[in-house]
């Protein structure tokens, strides 16, 4: 339930929208913008459009844009502060920590060399010439093929 997710937070009060100095990540890397998954029963997947720690509340929250409406969900609203903004029913505020990569999406890691990764997909059984020197694009009055 959403109750379960966000904890004891009815006894905050919330009359403007401060924040105190937090990380701005947590210890799976996500951020703002990052996929994201709230371990329930059924799991809730969404997309972190906030992060911060409002005044009068101990915990860092992420904002979440869930997939799907919830109930007990709102338009991007807590405690009658806006953070942002999306459909009704469909903003989730739960504890940073609670918050780990959307594991729909777990075998789509980063490859660190870029390089690597582009050949591997799409070139790997063509071969190219190895360029050193920085060369431009020919231009439309060049001569193709000379």
Known sequence: SVQSITGDLSNTSI??????PVPLTNVHGLEVGSLAEVKENPPFYGVIRWIGQPSGVNEVLAGLELEDECAGCTDGTFKGTRFFTCAPKKALFVKLKSCRPDSRFASLQPVSNQIERCNS???????????????????????IGR
């Open 15 to 20: 009359q403007e929208f401060q924040l105190a």
């Open 121 to 143: 997909l799409a070139f790997g059984g063509y071969l190219s010439e190895v360029v050193e020197e920085n060369t431009p694009p020919l231009m439309e009055k060049d001569e």
